[in-house]
């Protein structure tokens, strides 16, 4: 039976236009076997969160540069919980001041990739997380 | 032959003549080079450019047969430019060092300003939040969390009065980097002269107003592209007649670059959208001469020195040559192409950020180099927030090092005649009209932009370095090598009430103002949209009635469209 392929949603919220690392990572996640889906500009954490549940994704992966990452990211988390999608992973990468990490970490995003990560660094975290998620999967 | 090595051969530059080294060349290279290789090897197999653009182990007179430096170069001030557009270069002037700031309020940013204007900088330059680029006023819903974030937030004339206060616009000159709403916020700019008391005929500015390079790159877009370029028309047209020290358009490579393009590509499609620009104002009826001296252009400063040093000289050398032979101008003010440049803030690291100082400096030099009329450099920790006061003095310091201590200032284009920057000059002109005519035959920009051509191409050269970098074939110290474990530093934090005072405030003027007269206003420019009068005068008049920018768009949205693109991953 053929392993099944990692769903992952790639998507750049707020007004901020800035969508080479999204690309880039839509395309390396692909190159390594997984199922990519990117939402496009300019989405609202409500569209996220439906895209999401509708695209039956294991992993959300957010794109931001533009400072806006507690306000999007507290409401995106709200509303998976609410929707009861704990399970899915919620990635950020992008320009994040160190002082906010903790406390994105704190509300439930797994993991914050800054400028200089590797692509290898991501497919090999989704990886494990997914995994780890479905274990015997 | 592996499928890397054949597309490296494949984009390796065709000579027009076979390269023919001399008898002391090729006997250099029987007696000289190859014991040394046999003993010692190259570090690697290929030695490529920062764009993947190969590189000789040596450039000689070979490398020029064809070359005329009398057609090629010329002398610095004279056509084709190529060694600069003034005959003394840096001896008379300096560059203006004009260090691109804004965050929080209006407030501020104007604190900013006056602190940079104190420490020596020569000219402003106004970086706008993201809900102003949308043509969002700070109250908006979509506005949340980003209001004073990435820049400053400018809702009405009220806020731009604020930003300017104390700061006489006859004396400096000022930087707006806005593109889709760059007409009504030109207009707030207009409007705060005029109540200083400011000539118009005598400020001096630029506006960045390049929507096209939106729609390839950075996405802050409102309109689709033929209103998008109407409104560019009408504010090139209006300025020709009333503000001529005014640039009314940037015509920008930075963002092209900053998205991942290789060095030619931030060319090519740089000068293409020039040229689009330019054919949309003749066809407007305007003389060519009219409006081609304050077209001004914007490019990166990116890490491999001689390939920057090499792009900006044919950036010049071909945009002479589109000015004179495609548009026959006849002024050569027309002919000359003015820039700004910025350091690659894609170049940064979050990584040992203080490694970005260094960074820096050698892109500065570049450009520098390169004979850049205008330059911000950035700060060390912009790749994990918006810089602090202290970060960003260094960053101007910087410039004023290059300016004042390190000597390149004492003559014109000091690598002139250098067998490899002509060389390479050379190359990425060849390179740059190459994509220029591809375009051409597409049927220009809008419609390439419409195949998503440079889209495609950007994004393919961005995911080539990414792969590059991955498997360490390109060296980032302190990222894929030299890595070393490091405390954080500390980052400019913006306040978060922000928005609520932003939308305090902007409630306050909706109550204070005559709302009949907005009204009327904007009904005099939704009018004009739809008939085709120069939109400036229409958005001067609403802009003095304190109509905000979000009422503006919004005005300009019903008539023109709203754009979507469609992504290319």
Known sequence: MPEKKIRVLIAKPGLDGHDRGAKVIARALRDAGMEVIYTGLRQTPEMIASAAIQEDVDVIGLSILS?????????????????GMTDVTVLIGGIIPEADIADLKKSGIAEIFLPGTTTQAIVDFIRQRVAAAHPGA | MTDEKARKV????????????????RAWEENTLKPTLAKSPDRAADFTTVSSYPIQRLYTEADLADSNPERDLGAPGEPPYTRGIHPAMYRDRLWTMRQFAGFGSAEDTNRRFRYLLSQGQTGLSVAFDLPTLMGYDSDHPLAEGEVGKCGVAISSLADMEALFDQIPLADVTTSMTINSPAAPIWAMYL????????????????????????????????????????????????????????????????????????????LAFTLRDGIEYVEHCLR??????????????????????????????AARRIWQNVMRERFGAKNPRSWALRFHSQTAGCSLTAQQPYNNVVRTAVQALAAVLGGTQS????????????????????????????????????????????????????????GARDYIEKIDALGGMVAAIERGFPQREIADAAYRYQVAVDRKEKIVVGVNDYVVNEKPIETL???????????????????DRSNAEVERRLNSL?????????????????????ATLGEICDALRQPFGVYQEVAIT
Not at chain 2, 10 to 25: I, T, W
């Open chain 2, 191 to 266: 409007a705060v002269a005029e109540k200083q008391g400011a000539d118009w005929r005598k400020i001096s500015g630029t506006l960045q107003n390049d929507i096209l390079k939106e729609y390839i790159a950075q996405k802050e877009y409102i309109y689709p592209p033929e209103p998008s370029l109407r409104i560019v028309t009408d504010t090139i047209e209006f300025g020709a007649k009333h503000t001529p020290k005014f640039n009314p358009i940037s015509i920008s490579g930075y963002h092209i670059r900053e998205a991942g393009s290789t060095a030619i590509q931030e």
């Open chain 2, 375 to 430: 330059l911000h450099t950035n700060s060390l920790d912009e790749a994990w927030a918006l810089p602090t006061e202290s970060a960003a003095t260094i960053a101007l310091r910087t410039q004023q090092i290059i300016a004042y201590e390190s000597g390149v200032t004492n003559t014109a284009d000091p690598f002139g005649g250098s067998y490899f920057v002509e060389t390479l000059t050379n190359e990425v002109e060849r």
């Open chain 2, 526 to 546: 939704r009018h004009a949209a739809v008939g085709d009068d120069n939109l400036m005068p229409h958005l001067f008049e609403a802009v003095k009635a304190y």
């Open chain 2, 493 to 511: 934090h913006i306040d978060d009430t922000l928005a609520g005072r932003q939308g305090d405030r902007l409630r306050k003027l909706r109550a």
């Open chain 2, 10 to 25: 494949a984009s390796a530059p065709a000579f027009e003549s076979p390269r023919k080294p001399s008898p002391a060349e």
């Open chain 1, 67 to 83: 400072g806006a990452h507690n306000t999007i990211c507290a409401r995106l988390m709200d509303l998976l919980r609410a929707k």
């Open chain 2, 284 to 313: 407007r009826g305007m003389q060519v001469d009219d409006f081609a001296p304050r077209l001004s252009f914007f490019f990166n400063a990116h890490n491999d020195f001689f390939e920057e040093l090499a792009k900006y000289r």
